[in-house]
């Protein structure tokens, strides 16, 4: 049995789900290679959005590292123009946190590698560009970190990666009238999860775990 579960933010109005949520994709071990670029996502009925991704047209790709170990990380851009990459909430020295000293050029690969101190949690990376952060990542560049470590996996939680353990990324963001995401006029009345308009996605009839992140450029949400 499954219960179908509709992920709705009310956002000047209420939404109807009717769009199964994105899970993004999955990447651990050691070694990890991201590539930051540019794409297309078919969000509303006409022309399609202009979006940015990494790995991929849209969002980024869940990073899964392991406490105590070393990971080496790649990150290429290939977006036309400057941005980071940031560990937000990582403990990490000042030349692998990616802040907007780490300029990645058009072209060039980006190589942070550390050892991963922090506990088991939920955080997040994103482009953290002077005065391109806001655009970078609500056109897409989001991903989720999680961070495992013996404490927590001895514990009985959920953690069957988007069978009961979900990310849950939430976001606003307004379009014009050709579907393009406006950027910077406040007007962001389009609630979205994982870049999902009226999402819906259908969990186990058990305990699930949610990661919920705010990764709205500027909107306090009360769930």
């Known amino acids: 049995m499954k219960n179908l579960v509709y992920l709705t933010l009310v956002c000047f109005g209420v939404l109807n789900a009717q769009n199964e949520l994105y899970i993004p994709e999955t990447l651990s071990g050691n070694e990890f290679n991201l590539s930051l670029q540019n794409g297309t996502t078919q969000l509303f009925d006409g022309d399609a959005t202009e979006t940015m991704g990494a790995n991929g047209g849209n969002l980024a790709p869940t990073l899964i590292f392991e406490q105590g170990e070393f990971v080496n990380i790649n990150v290429t851009n290939n977006i036309g123009e400057e941005t980071t990459i940031h560990w937000h909430g990582m403990h990490v020295s000042p030349e692998n946190d990616g802040g907007p000293h780490s300029v990645i050029i ?13 506990k088991a949690c939920t955080m997040w990376y994103h482009p953290h560009l002077h005065q391109k952060t806001n655009e970078h990542v609500t056109k897409g560049i989001t991903g989720f970190i999680i961070i495992r470590d013996g404490e927590e996996t001895a514990l009985e939680l959920p953690r069957n990666y988007g069978v009961d353990d979900f990310p849950l990324n939430l976001q606003t963001k307004q379009f014009d009238t050709s579907n393009q995401i406006v950027i910077g006029e406040h007007g962001d009345n389009v609630p979205m999860v994982n870049s999902t308009i009226e999402a819906f996605v259908e969990f186990p009839a058990q305990v699930v775990r949610m990661r919920v992140l705010n990764g709205s450029s500027m909107r306090v949400f009360i769930l």
């Not at 058009?106 to 922090?118: A, L, Q, S, Y």
Request: aromatic share 16%; glycine share 8%; charged share 15%.
């Open 106 to 118: 058009p072209g060039e690969t980006w190589n942070p590698n550390f050892i991963v101190m922090d």
